[in-house]
């Protein structure tokens, strides 16, 4: 299996290439943003650019491109997707390869590392960027790209496949059924039932990382995936509660390791959790 890094570029890349007029750099936050951090930057709320404005669903290709437009990146942008936190990018990332659009980056370890590294910001320095005049061209997502996602009922009949390996990225606490939310959320909450996937393995997301948020070298990669995985299975199914963890490790295995057999469960614990009749273990 090939070792390759397709999506992801390092904060010191970045920061060599800040006086692009071309770099368009989204950052991607957990909730409504202030000023953005990196000079240049333009900032937004996660859902605001993945999801439909009301069903729990993927933003089409076409309304994915528009809002892109609308943060100044389309037709010859270098797009760079930043965290805060940095699996928040990595859903995005993921979202748009869904829908087939290949050309974005996601920026290692996001304004964790930017900051880590005491890269410039926005109060310090100011840049001059030339938005885009055209959108990105809407691509017809194919089958792999497709298949980078999975949903409920197909997670369902692959329970008991021996060929089929469910990574569980939340936290101890969560997967031993503690709790729904993190250990520090100031309400438990996100779902109905405590407990996980009957047969999920654990992969907490932050063993993925190094002290800034960065991925950790493929080497150290390898060597936890291995661990977790046990073998070489036809599938590799990948969630959390709401999906940022679980496209982080995507990103780990797929976009950096060059596995091709990973799918994310989109609705994880939030869904599975809820749903009446579906199995769970503590």
């Known amino acids: 299996m090939p070792l390759i890094t397709r999506g992801v570029v390092s904060v010191e890349e970045i920061v060599e290439d800040l006086a692009n007029p071309r770099l368009v750099v989204i950052e991607v936050h957990a909730s409504q943003p202030s000023a953005p951090l990196i000079p240049g930057a333009r900032a937004v709320f996660w859902k605001d650019l993945a999801w439909h404005p009301l069903d729990r669903e993927l933003a089409d290709g076409a309304e994915l491109s528009l809002r892109l437009f609308a943060l100044g990146a389309g037709g010859g942008s270098r ?42 910001t926005g109060e310090q320095s100011s840049v001059i960027r030339e938005p885009a005049t055209e959108p990105l061209p809407v691509p017809v997502a194919s089958a792999a790209h497709e298949a980078l996602r999975i949903g409920r009922d197909e997670v369902r009949s692959l329970l008991d496949a021996d060929d089929v390996v469910l990574l569980d990225y939340r936290t101890p606490q969560e997967y031993a059924g503690e709790r729904v939310s993190g250990p520090t959320a100031p309400i438990d909450h996100g779902a109905e039932r405590h407990g996980r996937i009957p047969g999920a393995r654990p992969l907490f997301f932050r063993e993925l990382l190094d002290e800034h948020g960065r991925l950790k070298p493929k080497a150290e990669l390898q060597a936890l995936v291995d661990r977790a995985v046990g073998g070489d299975p036809r599938l590799i199914v990948n969630y959390c509660r709401l999906s940022h963890r679980s496209t982080l490790g995507w990103i780990a295995l797929s976009e950096v390791l060059g596995y091709d057999n990973v799918r994310v469960y989109d609705g994880s614990w939030t869904e599975w959790g809820s749903i009446v009749g579906f199995p769970i273990e503590k």
């Open 79 to 120: 797009i760079v997707l930043a965290g805060e936190p940095t699996q928040f990018a990595a859903y995005l990332l993921w979202t748009l390869r869904v829908r087939g659009f290949d050309q974005v980056s996601y920026l290692d370890g996001g304004l964790e590392a930017w900051r880590a590294i005491g890269a410039p």
